[in-house]
């Protein structure tokens, strides 16, 4: 006991000053239990650290370091609905307490409850309106419920007090990214390398790969997927965009290479060997992309794998088979505009022209807008008027 406290008890009553001890010896023990409940949370020894945080309760009931604590636990098992619990009593017995208020936002944020843990975030906030950890969560928190300009705005606010904030610059990309701006997107995950180049995450080289794919610049996409793949071999991300960079510059052969090394990791993914059968179809190996297609619907059902055996049909001059296959198709998926137009073209194929006409103004007659099939339409009906 310090000298201070000493001289301080001298001066109390005798009941008094044995209350203040007490009191003093249990603010000690509750302090060296949580310090110690915390040490073994932080090496993810979670269920001895929940024992010492139940050690606590034991010695003062609603104890906010150990409800906290017990939360924070839960919350690292993913137990988040427990979680929630202990975060709310604490908040109950002591209301504004920083680390509930971070707990349980980051609960309800796990859980998708977006608007739940926004509405805690500013709470917090009210306290530390310059936290930039809890910013850059409500910013992302916004961006999920696709709210623009409330992100972005968060998101413009960390960077004016923190330039290079990797996790804002990060926001931003995805945020122009999920609204379909790419260009900018591209900005701000660019920005990531020129801060530091040599020691980037491989999920911004994948990203600004994706946007050159979407941007259809798929030679500059091919460079950061390639980059990636140095980084990781295996990774899903680089090898199905290089294989679709190599789709988009109609290198088929290329793309093949790459969703060979997907499914080797990936045997049974049924949209890989899809996208691997059109593959094979496009360079005229229709006996491969039969296989794959096959493999495909052995596994479920698949629009594009029935679509592409239909079109192998076709460049072999099946058409009936053909058309028997699309007009299936145009029944279960009566707004895809593609497989009107393979349907009107196998038409076309074996003269039947009023038929080809006739499949076009029956996707029309949807009220589907496509500049494919009004173009096609417009040639036939045309054309028709000088027969």
Known sequence: MDEQLAAALHELPLAQSEELADSSQKNAEIAEISKKGYALLKEDKIEEAKQEFSKI???EDNNNYALVGLGDSDRKQNRFKDAI?????CLTYHPGNNYALFGLADCY????QYQKAIGIWEQYLLHDDRNITVLTRVADAYR???DFRKSKDLYLRVLDMEENNAYALIGLGHLHYDFHEYTDALYYWTKMLDINDSAVDIRVLTSIGNCHRKLKSFDKGVFYFERALEMDPNNFYALFGLADCYRGMNQQFRSIEYWNRILKIDPNNKVILTRAGDAYRNTGDYATATEYYEKALNIEFDLYAVLGLALISKGLGKYDEA???LTRLTQQDPKNYRLYVDLADCYLKI???NRAIEVLQNFQQQGVKSMVVSELLSKLQANQQFL
């Open 57 to 59: 309760l034991a010695i």
């Open 351 to 353: 003269g039947q022209k």
């Open 109 to 112: 944020k796990a859980l998708n």
């Open 323 to 325: 058309i028997e296959s």
């Open 85 to 89: 619990d202990y975060y709310t009593r």
């Open 144 to 146: 999920k419920i696709r």
